[in-house]
């Protein structure tokens, strides 16, 4: 369904329009999964930024500081409608409408040079799942495939004596982390790198982030086209969407210093991991998703497996 056929964004209040916006959203088959997982929550989010309120505004209809009933002249009625023609015509992610994405309560630039943040790791570095994991000697963080370096910020924030170093390939995605990073007053703290892997980042390092492209070959071909709205390096992995993993880990024990710990996030492709690395010990950590979508390795885990593996 196009926008031209879709329900009428109509509403004088913010309430209404949230309703209307997510019967338009959901009558057109639009895909979330950006920032939202449902129409009513990418509704909320649009006619919120679209009237400078906060994200996090109170929409319970009746609760203290609730904005649902807040009237709307019809200059916003029309601005926020053109908004969501916009969203379902072009099958961008919302993100790249409203040049904003938030991961762990915290606002990140975005646009379509680099992926939308939606990185589980993320809570783990907010609620310090990864802590107890981490050497009292920590001081060397690299968040490889930074993208808009939104993880290499929340790394900075979440340990105030680390030094961060974001490394991408693309320059592109790097352009945009630096606005982040300079957002955030992180300058002195986080460093941006062009790297293809870890080529230009040879630390070591005692903690390592990676969101990396993990996409098979068959579930690039079935994505919805938002996901095909960002940039395919980000998101492709070759046929079993391990290929950029397997240089990694074969790289990787090189490049850590003694009691090192790697966090990597796979997303729903564990059966391939599982099949292409199937004697590399790991531990799958708990997120808002289950705990099949990101995983832990040690450094003498990942030494220990380096020294007696196979070819792959």
């Known amino acids: 369904m196009n926008a031209s056929s879709s329900p009428a964004i109509t509403g004088?209040?913010?309430?209404?329009?949230?309703?209307?916006?997510?019967?338009?959203?959901?009558?057109?088959?639009?895909?979330?999964?950006?920032?939202?997982?449902?129409?009513?929550?990418?509704?909320?989010?649009?006619?919120?930024?679209?009237l400078a309120l906060p994200v996090d505004s109170e929409l319970t209809p009746g609760a203290p500081e609730s904005v649902s009933s807040q009237a709307v002249t019809p200059e916003q009625q029309a601005q926020i409608a053109t908004l969501f023609e916009e969203r379902i015509r072009t099958r961008?992610?919302?993100?790249?409408?409203?040049?904003?994405?938030?991961?762990?309560?915290?606002p990140f630039y975005v646009d379509e040079r680099s992926i939308v943040p939606r990185s589980f790791i993320a809570e783990l570095l907010a609620d310090g799942s990864i802590d107890d994991w981490l050497s009292d000697k920590t001081t060397q963080v690299l968040d490889l495939c930074?993208?808009?370096?939104?993880?290499?910020?929340?790394?900075?924030?979440?340990?105030?004596?680390?030094?961060?170093?974001?490394?991408?390939?693309s320059t592109d995605a790097l352009a945009v982390a630096r606005i982040n990073v300079d957002k955030h007053g992180l300058q002195e703290r986080v460093t941006l790198l062009e790297s293809n892997g870890l080529s230009a980042v040879p630390g070591p390092w005692d903690l390592v982030l990676c969101n990396p492209p993990y996409v098979n070959s068959d579930s690039m071909g079935k994505l919805p086209a938002e996901y095909l709205a960002e940039p395919e390096l980000a998101l492709a992995g070759g046929t079993d969407g391990m290929d950029f993993i397997r240089q990694l880990l074969q790289d990787l024990p090189a490049r850590l210093n003694k009691?090192?710990?790697?966090?990597?996030?796979?997303?729903?492709?564990k059966p391939f991991f599982e099949a292409a690395f199937p004697d590399l010990p790991i531990f799958w950590l708990d997120t808002s998703s289950g705990d099949?979508?990101?995983?832990?390795?040690?450094?003498?885990?990942?030494?220990?497996?380096?020294n007696n593996a196979l070819p792959q």
């Open 12 to 50: 004088n209040t913010i309430a209404e329009l949230i309703a209307s916006g997510a019967q338009a959203l959901t009558a057109a088959g639009v895909a979330f999964g950006h920032g939202t997982a449902t129409a009513e929550d990418e509704a909320a989010w649009l006619v919120l930024w679209k």
């Open 92 to 106: 961008k992610p919302a993100a790249y409408l409203t040049n904003e994405a938030w991961l762990v309560g915290v």
């Open 146 to 169: 930074t993208g808009n370096g939104s993880l290499a910020c929340l790394a900075a924030m979440a340990y105030p004596d680390v030094q961060v170093t974001g490394a991408d390939i």
């Open 259 to 269: 009691d090192a710990v790697v966090i990597l996030e796979i997303g729903n492709e």
């Open 292 to 306: 099949e979508q990101v995983l832990l390795i040690t450094e003498e885990a990942l030494r220990h497996w380096s």
